[in-house]
T-cell receptor
Framework: EADIYQTPRYLVIGTGKKITLECSQT?????MYWYQQDPGMELHLIHY???????EKGDLSSESTVSRIRTEHFPLTLESARPSHTSQYLC??????????FGPGTRLTVT | KNQVEQSPQSLIILEGKNCTLQ??????????LRWYKQDTGRGPVSLTI?????NTKSNGRYTATLDADTKQSSLHITASQLSDSASYIC?????????????FGRGTQLTVWP
């Protein structure tokens, strides 16, 4: 099993709150990713990073932001949560190959 | 447009039975195709990877096939177990991206009943 961790696993929060979803990996991978997944739907890439101080937006437009100050850490922040942000958020990492190792995900509910 | 289509959307089988899941893709250029298993509330875990030159690859009771000419893949599960209940996702990688761009299907939700 891959050494990639996400916290919290579940989060229920009110509209307008600021939240940060944590993702850490201990494999030394340079590339990291954030995906959004709704039930029965495919994963959509919302952010990715090639390495420290590198961040890019993915295919799906997202109001979230990310940072990559350390290789092992890739947090995602929502400044003002809305019900439309309710979803599952999956973090992944990869080395020079393209196999991505996924974390367990964070199930976010915004009320 | 690069796409990955999976069928059926959902499937229910009895424990011990076999089943086959299908994946059609239009991704080009093609690098490889993976089947992932995603348990409820968990992240996907890779089961098999197949490159252009590979036709069949097995991982225990899971056997994947690839026809690169017709751009079709299948995942066959033999002697199903209750723990096989999960979503099975077909993921295709393109060759042209240094990012390792992945295209995800929506998955087939498999339920195994006792």
């Amino acid at each position: 099993e891959a050494d990639i961790y996400q916290t919290p696993r579940y989060l229920v929060i009110g509209t307008g709150k600021k939240i940060t979803l944590e993702c850490s990996q201990t494999m030394g991978h340079d590339k990291m990713y954030w995906y959004q997944q709704d039930p029965g739907m495919e994963l959509h890439l919302i952010h990715y990073s090639y390495g420290v101080n590198s961040t890019e937006k993915g295919d799906l437009s997202s109001e979230s932001t990310v940072s990559r100050i350390r290789t092992e850490h890739f947090p995602l922040t929502l400044e003002s949560a809305r019900p439309s942000h309710t979803s599952q958020y999956l973090c992944a990492s990869s080395d020079r190959g393209d196999e991505q190792y996924f974390g367990p995900g964070t199930r976010l509910t915004v009320t | 447009k690069n796409q990955v289509e999976q069928s059926p959307q959902s499937l229910i089988i009895l424990e011990g039975k076999n089943c086959t899941l299908q994946c059609n893709y239009t991704v080009s250029p093609f690098s490889n195709l993976r089947w992932y298993k995603q348990d409820t509330g968990r992240g996907p875990v890779s089961l098999t990877i197949m490159t252009f030159s590979e036709n069949t690859k097995s991982n225990g009771r899971y056997t994947a096939t690839l026809d690169a000419d017709t751009k079709q893949s299948s995942l066959h599960i033999t002697a199903s177990q209750l723990s096989d209940s999960a979503s099975y996702i077909c993921v295709v990688s393109d060759r042209g991206s240094t990012l390792g761009r992945l295209y995800f299907g929506r998955g087939t939700q498999l339920t195994v009943w006792p």
